[in-house]
C-alpha cells in the first residue's frame, strides 16, 4: 500500500487549499478515509473522515465548517479542501484508510502563517 499526499503549501490566514492524497495496492473504494495532521511537537490528530461511497463525512471540532473532504474513486484519491486557514492548522497532514494501514505517506506541509 501507498500514499502520496500533495497540496501543501505556505499561506496566509484566512486562505484556502485543497490537498489531495492518491493510494494505490489497496481496493481503494471498499475503504472509509481519513486524514490526520501532526503539528510540530505534537501527536497525530484526525481531521476528518469519508465513508467509502463517499456518502458519509465526519470531522474533527476544530475543523468543522471550513474544511470539505471528498473522493474520487475512480481515480483512488481523497482530497481535503481547507478554507478560512487559521495559524492553528499548521502541520504535516496524512492520510490513510480504516482501519489504518501500517504504511504512511511522506505528508504534505501546510503551513498558515501572515
Known amino acids: 500500500v501507498q500514499f502520496v499526499e500533495s497540496g501543501g503549501a505556505l499561506v496566509q490566514p484566512g486562505g484556502s487549499l485543497r490537498l489531495s492524497c492518491s493510494a494505490s495496492?489497496?481496493?481503494?473504494?471498499?475503504?472509509?478515509m481519513k486524514w490526520y495532521r501532526q503539528a510540530p511537537g505534537k501527536g497525530r490528530e484526525f481531521v476528518a473522515r469519508?465513508?467509502?461511497?463517499?456518502?458519509?463525512?465526519d470531522y474533527a471540532d476544530s475543523v468543522k465548517g471550513r474544511f470539505t473532504i471528498s473522493r474520487d474513486n475512480a481515480k483512488n484519491t481523497v482530497y481535503l479542501q481547507m478554507n478560512s486557514l487559521k495559524l492553528d492548522d499548521t502541520a504535516v497532514y496524512y492520510c490513510?484508510?480504516?482501519?489504518?494501514?501500517?504504511?504512511w505517506g511522506p505528508g504534505t506541509q501546510v503551513t498558515v502563517s501572515s
Open positions: 495496492r489497496l481496493a481503494f473504494s471498499n475503504y472509509d
Open positions: 469519508i465513508s467509502d461511497s463517499g456518502g458519509t463525512e
Open positions: 490513510n484508510t480504516v482501519p489504518n494501514m501500517n504504511s
